[in-house]
């Protein structure tokens, strides 16, 4: 544990680097960890996060760390837009099962963005996820939602078809 009046100096431990991981990496990696259950968000030194999210990648691993991180993130655009298949919500809870273990590490994974931020690569990455079972538009980038004999309307999925949602936001000719 660091301590000292510098609680943001360089957060290596081992082979972790605590501004390589994402946000959802780092919320993997402190629900993984010795993180007490109740803390005051704010109250903790900025060393003792990093060093929770250093015990939780270390102990399982950066591969698992991203490959989980990787479901969560996927499980959460899908859960925004409420369209959390039931075996994909199943699996989510069976690798989180205590759910307001897995919101505290979301919002302190958070304020660690804002303390120790993202390395470059690492924000190139951030949006890199995968969906743990079949994706409601199956592949697609589209989610059909009715159909009649003059129309067909579907939406973007928030998953796959994330490039188009932002070229849309952006008022990108599609």
């Not at 939602?145 to 994330?162: I, K, L, N, T, Y």
Request: aromatic fraction near 6%; glycine fraction near 6%; charge should be positive.
């Amino acid at each position: 544990m660091m301590h000292g009046s510098n609680d943001t100096a360089l957060l290596v431990r081992a082979s972790v680097v605590v501004a390589e991981l994402t946000g959802s990496e780092r919320a993997v990696a402190l629900y993984a960890s010795d993180m007490p259950g109740r803390f005051r968000a704010g109250s903790m030194a900025d060393s003792q996060v990093a060093a929770w999210i250093t015990q939780g990648a270390e102990r399982i691993g950066l591969e698992e760390l991203r490959r989980r991180a990787e479901f969560s993130y996927r499980h959460r655009l899908l859960e925004m837009s409420g369209l959390v298949p039931v075996e994909v919500q199943a699996r989510h809870e069976q690798r989180f099962p205590k759910a307001r273990r897995l919101f505290k590490a979301e919002q302190t994974a958070a304020g660690s963005l804002w303390r120790d931020p993202m390395t470059p690569e690492t924000l190139a990455r951030n949006s890199a996820a995968e969906v743990d079972g079949e994706c409601p538009c199956r592949g697609t980038k589209a989610i059909p939602m009715w159909q009649d004999e003059d129309a067909f309307v579907s939406r973007a999925c928030p998953v796959h078809g994330r490039a188009t949602i932002r070229q849309h936001c952006a008022g990108v000719a599609l």
